[in-house]
T-cell receptor, first 111, second 112 residues
């Protein structure tokens, strides 16, 4: 079965640190999504990318199609960045049946 | 503002009871999805719909049913056949399969 793996599962860091969350997948994809889930459960889409790099504020997402790997970086981390970050992919040649999700990375930024 | 509204936020089901979770969107999105989230697991697809009056089973459809009578609405019924319904349920929508996903705030379903 096609899989999405995230690392680390849990990450605790101090305010101001540079954060990296990794996502790897097993076969070719059409697109990769990075999502953020706050306590209370609502999910927000941060990025959708199929190649290269995207930046929004302090967040940067990169993807290496050949290595089947993506990273989400947070610069100058802040306690409000504490959340679960989820990677999800649309498989290449896949149908209209949504995404396959990683299990998430639980990030805590301490003041 | 456009968005997806899920209700209720919390729901309790008695043994043998069917319950319905509401999902409404005003984003004019064609595609809508229902996902189930269990602790320590990734989201899993229950049902999806690409167009009004049509829907398809996802990976874990057993014990669930849906309808798509209007573009804006995609309610999920958790039937008594679903023996382990306790989970967090998320509704999502997008304009097309390779577009950004929008999520509702979720419904936590528990069994009494």
């Amino acid at each position: 079965k096609n899989e999405v793996e995230q690392s680390p599962q849990n990450l605790t860091a101090q305010e101001g640190e540079f954060i990296t969350i990794n996502c790897s997948y097993s076969v070719g994809i059409s697109a990769l999504h990075w999502l953020q889930q706050h306590p209370g459960g609502g999910i927000v889409s941060l990025f959708m990318l199929s190649s290269g790099k995207k930046k929004h504020g302090r967040l940067i997402a990169t993807i290496n199609i050949q290595e089947k790997h993506s990273s989400l970086h947070i610069t100058a981390s802040h306690p409000r960045d504490s959340a679960v970050y989820i990677c999800a992919v649309s498989w290449a040649g896949g149908g209209a049946d949504g995404l396959t999700f990683g299990k998430g990375t639980h990030l805590i930024i301490q003041p | 503002d456009g968005g997806i509204t899920q209700s209720p936020k919390y729901l309790f089901r008695k043994e043998g009871q069917n319950v319905t979770l509401s999902c409404e969107q005003n984003l004019n999105h064609d595609a809508m999805y229902w996902y189930r989230q269990d602790p320590g697991q990734g989201l899993r697809l229950i049902y999806y719909s690409q167009i009004v009056n049509d829907f398809q089973k996802g990976d874990i459809a057993e014990g669930y049913s849906v309808s798509r009578e209007k573009k804006e609405s995609f309610p999920l019924t958790v039937t008594s056949a679903q023996k382990n319904p306790t989970a967090f349920y998320l509704c999502a929508s997008q304009t097309g399969t390779l577009e950004k996903l929008f999520f509702g705030s979720g419904t936590q379903l528990s069994v009494l």
